[in-house]
């Protein structure tokens, strides 16, 4: 005979298969990924990890990493370098101090807490997004970016310590900027300023 209490338990599986904690199916992923030579993407996103694992610390990542749409507050065991895009954003940090020193591809930082742009690589390949923040002053930003740099949906006062080449689009809209002193000397593509207190354009470059 077929009882009710059978029925409702059938297709569940034993305890002996429930699975380990979420960290160390993690941790075997990471070491998975080292023992394969670091070779292509690395993706943590989604994870709701509030700190990350410490056997990233050190490594080499040979294509994309991402930890994005998490609960880091900070960057603390980050992988040095990226060969790849790197996209930390969508969590709660402060500061961008452990980020790798290098980015072969985009820098992704924007929907953080971020009230400085201290640990920020000094040059990326491609686009440095960082919008969306807490920033009153782009000190540490990139000195050069190969596209695009969007600082806009921040409490900017000042583009001083703007990156001087921006090979793409240059984004500062919706701060509260009052000129547009220190804007980049080169901007390959399009210059957006709307929305912000500016009472002249000076400063804006000429090679637009």
Do not use: Q
Request: charged letters at 20%; one cysteine or more.
């Amino acid at each position: 005979m077929i009882k009710l209490k059978d029925l409702l338990l059938e297709g569940k599986p034993p305890s002996i298969f429930i699975p380990r904690r979420i960290e160390d199916r993690i941790e075997r992923m990471i070491k998975t990924y080292i023992r394969n030579g670091n070779k292509g993407s690395l993706n943590l996103s989604d994870l709701k990890l509030t700190v990350l694992p410490e056997i990233l610390k050190d490594i080499t990542v040979g294509g994309n990493f991402f930890c994005f749409n998490n609960n880091l507050t900070s960057l603390e065991n980050c992988p040095k370098t990226v060969d790849g895009t790197f996209d930390c954003s969508r969590n709660k940090l402060t500061s961008l101090i452990n980020a790798p020193k290098y980015v072969d591809g985009t820098f992704y930082c924007h929907y953080n807490e971020l009230t400085s742009l201290e640990g920020a690589p000094t040059s990326v390949d491609i686009s440095f997004y960082c919008g969306n923040n807490e920033l009153t002053s782009l000190e540490f930003a990139p000195t050069s970016v190969g596209r695009n740099f969007a600082c806009s949906h921040n409490e900017l006062t000042s583009l001083e310590f703007a990156p001087k080449t921006v090979g793409g689009i240059f984004y500062c809209s919706f701060n509260k900027l009052t000129s547009l002193t220190g804007a980049p000397t080169y901007v390959g593509g399009d210059f957006y300023c709307g929305h912000n207190k500016l009472t002249s354009l000076d400063g804006a470059t000429e090679y637009v």
